[in-house]
């Protein structure tokens, strides 16, 4: 029984840290241009390398902070 309660407790826990990296890769929602650095809002489901900056043309990045 000892076993069994330390392996669901592991499990409860390497759940909880994957929440919580996919959280923080959320947190800003923003895509950002590399080379004139104008920043636009982050659509769902595109990818920022997809999308064009508005400005010069160029892929954007996803922007962590």
Same mark, same amino acid.
């Given at each position: 029984m000892g076993f069994e309660l330390k392996k669901n407790i592991n499990k409860l826990?390497?759940?909880k840290g994957r929440r919580k990296?996919? @959280?923080q890769m959320? *947190? /800003?929602p923003e895509c950002i241009c590399p080379e !004139?650095?104008?920043t636009?809002?982050?659509q769902a489901s595109v990818p !920022? =390398? *997809?999308m064009k900056c508005p400005? /010069?043309?160029t892929p954007m990045a996803r @922007? =962590?902070?």
């Open positions: 826990l390497n759940t990296r996919h @959280r959320n *947190q /800003c !004139c650095h104008q636009i809002m982050h !920022c =390398f *997809q400005k /010069c043309g @922007r =962590f902070s």
